[in-house]
């Protein structure tokens, strides 16, 4: 666990110390603020609704940059070998990186929360709702640096890991969309059930379910063990 | 301290280290010679753990590198070939790091850092960030990270790649310091750098062990550059007759220098007092101008090893 957690301070100060951490802060509060207006003004509603289903496509965007140094940056620097013959176990490598980049997530996502002051001031919005579409956006968010970071590490080109992640991420987010031309029930379920947008759509609605929450924390689970596991077969 | 037992590592159908074991005992700095791609830095990455080998077993400290890699670990110090640096982070920051993830407690991190910035001379630079610094000090880093946390074992690849004289000099003291008490395994292509520190020799190339022992029983073991040179006033056919009579001398190559001198190379057996014979033998009947003993440098005997083993390698592949 003191492993974990050195990898975590160092992954924090590398993240603050190169300019992409304040790039994707600058261009998600950007990006936030105007869809919050547009949907704002064009609908004359004061809810999160849309700008949440917004907020999920420009996270998949902007996903890899967080996530593509995460090993590729350790290959490329020579550090790998370091890490790999420091006593860590690959898991605490890969947690201490996750949780690293959760934290860069979590600050994002808690400045996007400027939007509600308005929403707030002029308005009468449903906390309820609001609280679980944000909670849905952190489970979606942690499934997708899994996801990033995965990749990450299976290559030691920065740009390749990224050029990988986003039309992942963009096929889990779309894939609902083909539920309606499959012919069986059971593949319209299996598209339902691996679709990003479907289980986020939960979430907005002020629905909280435990099969949706469930399906972001497998993926996750799953996003790192394979992680984990790549990095002992590479040993 | 260190123990490979028959190790090798193949990638696919290529294999890099072929059958290697060796030894390095607690207070002993063993060099490891090898020209490039000689597998010196496969074996410093198996022993590190940053690899696994195909087959054979490594113990670092007494702890099976497959089984006990963690407590392995944590007795390792281990400077790669390029210096695994973090550019964004500053010295004290990166060792910090390090030194935590080594076990370093909270109380001791100040004293700990201190003592591996004074011994490899980073107080100039201990707040600059890693990417300003030059070579020499990116290369000193490296080693003050292999050096936290009091390991048993150094593991150094071409620790003074990169550094001018002075640097080198220092460095040496470094290691030779820490070899007084732990393990080290240092490679290098620097020659006179082995003779300076090190107790004992490894040869390796095309992935083979070819021999390991001090310098000095290498170059004794070498008797193809164990050689007597001599200058003598006297004719080429004579000479080279006299000298082949000498007990001891098995070979003999005679040539004509200007002005009536002749030089003669002779080849004689290792520990034998064969100067002295040729000397007495020359002296009856012409005058002797110089006789010396030929050491074989480290140099000549590495160079044998190596293009004795590359030529076997071809034999082998034709």
Same mark, same amino acid.
């Given at each position: 666990?003191?492993?974990?957690?050195?990898?975590?301070?160092?992954?924090?100060?590398?993240?603050?110390?190169?300019? %992409?951490?304040?790039?994707?802060? =600058?261009?998600?509060?950007?990006?936030? !603020?105007?869809?919050?207006?547009?949907?704002?003004?064009?609908?004359?509603?004061?809810?999160?609704?849309?700008?949440?289903?917004?907020?999920?496509?420009?996270? %998949? #965007?902007?996903?890899?940059?967080?996530?593509?140094?995460?090993?590729? !940056?350790?290959?490329? !620097?020579?550090?790998?070998?370091?890490?790999?013959?420091?006593?860590?176990?690959?898991?605490?490598?890969?947690?201490?990186?996750?949780?690293?980049?959760?934290?860069?997530?979590?600050?994002? #996502?808690?400045?996007?929360?400027?939007?509600?002051?308005?929403?707030?001031?002029?308005?009468?919005?449903?906390?309820?709702?609001?609280?679980?579409?944000?909670?849905?956006?952190?489970?979606?968010?942690?499934?997708?640096?899994?996801?990033?970071?995965?990749?990450?590490?299976?290559?030691?080109?920065?740009?390749?890991?990224?050029?990988?992640?986003?039309?992942?991420?963009?096929?889990?987010?779309?894939?609902?969309?083909?539920?309606?031309?499959?012919? #069986?029930?059971?593949?319209?379920?299996?598209?339902?059930?691996?679709?990003?947008?479907?289980?986020?759509?939960?979430?907005?609605?002020?629905?909280?379910?435990?099969?949706?929450?469930?399906?972001?924390?497998?993926?996750?689970?799953?996003?790192?063990?394979?992680? /984990?596991?790549?990095?002992?077969?590479?040993? | 301290?260190?123990?490979?037992?028959?190790?090798?590592?193949?990638?696919?159908?290529?294999? %890099?280290?072929?059958?290697?074991?060796?030894?390095?005992?607690?207070?002993?700095?063993?060099?490891?010679?090898?020209?490039?791609?000689?597998?010196?830095?496969?074996?410093?990455?198996?022993?590190?753990?940053? #690899?696994?080998?195909?087959? !054979?077993?490594?113990?670092?400290?007494?702890?099976?590198?497959?089984?006990?890699?963690?407590? =392995?670990?944590?007795?390792?110090?281990?400077?790669?070939?390029?210096?695994?640096?973090?550019?964004?982070?500053?010295? /004290?920051?990166?060792?910090?790091?390090?030194?935590?993830?080594?076990?370093?407690?909270?109380?001791?991190?100040?004293?700990?850092?201190?003592?591996?910035?004074?011994?490899?001379?980073?107080?100039?630079?201990?707040?600059?960030?890693?990417?300003?610094?030059?070579?020499?000090?990116?290369?000193?880093?490296?080693?003050?990270? =292999?050096?936290?946390?009091?390991?048993?074992?150094?593991?150094?690849?071409?620790?003074? =790649?990169?550094?001018?004289?002075?640097?080198?000099?220092?460095?040496?003291?470094?290691?030779?310091?820490?070899?007084?008490?732990?393990?080290?395994?240092?490679?290098?292509?620097?020659?006179?750098?082995?003779?300076?520190?090190?107790?004992?020799?490894?040869? %390796?190339?095309?992935?083979?062990?070819?021999?390991?022992?001090?310098?000095?029983?290498?170059?004794?073991?070498?008797?193809?550059?164990?050689?007597?040179?001599?200058?003598?006033?006297?004719?080429?056919?004579?000479?080279?007759?006299?000298?082949?009579?000498?007990?001891?001398?098995?070979?003999?190559?005679?040539?004509?220098?200007?002005?009536?001198?002749?030089?003669?190379?002779?080849?004689?057996?290792?520990?034998?007092?064969?100067?002295?014979?040729?000397?007495?033998?020359?002296?009856?009947?012409?005058?002797?101008?110089?006789?010396?003993?030929?050491?074989?440098?480290?140099?000549?005997?590495?160079?044998?090893?190596?293009?004795?083993?590359?030529?076997?390698?071809?034999?082998?592949?034709?």
């Amino acid at each position: 666990m003191n492993g974990t957690l050195a990898i975590y301070r160092k992954e924090l100060i590398q993240y603050f110390r190169s300019p %992409i951490a304040y790039f994707v802060l =600058a261009v998600f509060l950007l990006g936030t !603020g105007y869809f919050f207006l547009y949907n704002i003004f064009s609908t004359g509603i004061g809810t999160m609704d849309e700008t949440f289903r917004n907020m999920g496509i420009l996270l %998949i #965007t902007l996903t890899p940059l967080i996530t593509m140094r995460l090993f590729c !940056g350790e290959y490329t !620097g020579r550090t790998m070998e370091l890490l790999m013959t420091l006593p860590l176990r690959p898991w605490e490598i890969v947690l201490g990186k996750y949780l690293g980049a959760v934290t860069i997530f979590l600050l994002m #996502t808690a400045a996007t929360g400027i939007n509600l002051v308005p929403l707030y001031l002029f308005g009468n919005p449903e906390t309820k709702t609001i609280l679980s579409g944000y909670i849905g956006f952190v489970l979606m968010g942690m499934a997708c640096l899994a996801v990033g970071q995965f990749f990450s590490s299976l290559t030691h080109n920065q740009i390749v890991a990224a050029l990988i992640t986003i039309p992942v991420l963009l096929g889990f987010w779309f894939i609902g969309h083909l539920q309606a031309y499959q012919n #069986t029930p059971a593949m319209r379920e299996l598209f339902g059930y691996l679709s990003f947008s479907l289980h986020f759509s939960d979430f907005i609605r002020g629905l909280l379910r435990s099969e949706a929450a469930a399906f972001y924390l497998v993926v996750v689970a799953i996003a790192l063990t394979l992680n /984990t596991s790549y990095l002992q077969w590479r040993r | 301290m260190i123990q490979l037992e028959s190790v090798s590592k193949r990638y696919g159908s290529k294999t %890099i280290i072929h059958d290697i074991s060796f030894t390095v005992a607690k207070g002993e700095i063993v060099g490891f010679l090898g020209p490039n791609g000689a597998g010196k830095t496969t074996t410093m990455r198996v022993i590190a753990g940053a #690899t696994t080998p195909t087959s !054979g077993r490594v113990t670092v400290a007494g702890f099976d590198m497959a089984t006990q890699n963690e407590q =392995a670990a944590r007795r390792l110090g281990y400077l790669p070939e390029n210096p695994p640096l973090y550019d964004v982070l500053d010295v /004290t920051t990166y060792l910090r790091f390090v030194a935590k993830v080594k076990g370093v407690p909270g109380s001791a991190m100040r004293a700990e850092l201190d003592r591996v910035v004074y011994a490899c001379r980073l107080e100039a630079v201990v707040t600059r960030e890693i990417y300003k610094l030059s070579k020499g000090y990116r290369q000193r880093v490296g080693l003050a990270q =292999a050096l936290l946390g009091n390991p048993d074992v150094l593991l150094l690849d071409e620790p003074t =790649a990169g550094l001018d004289p002075g640097q080198i000099q220092e460095t040496r003291e470094v290691i030779r310091a820490f070899g007084e008490h732990g393990a080290v395994l240092l490679s290098t292509h620097i020659l006179p750098e082995v003779t300076l520190i090190c107790k004992r020799v490894a040869i %390796i190339n095309g992935g083979r062990l070819l021999a390991i022992d001090s310098p000095v029983g290498l170059q004794q073991a070498s008797e193809r550059t164990n050689s007597v040179i001599l200058e003598a006033g006297a004719e080429a056919e004579p000479l080279r007759q006299e000298l082949l009579a000498v007990q001891g001398v098995t070979g003999v190559s005679v040539t004509a220098l200007p002005g009536d001198l002749v030089r003669a190379e002779c080849q004689v057996e290792a520990g034998s007092g064969v100067e002295a014979r040729i000397a007495r033998v020359i002296a009856t009947r012409w005058s002797l101008h110089r006789l010396e003993r030929q050491q074989p440098t480290l140099e000549n005997v590495f160079l044998r090893y190596v293009t004795q083993s590359t030529r076997a390698d071809r034999r082998e592949a034709a």
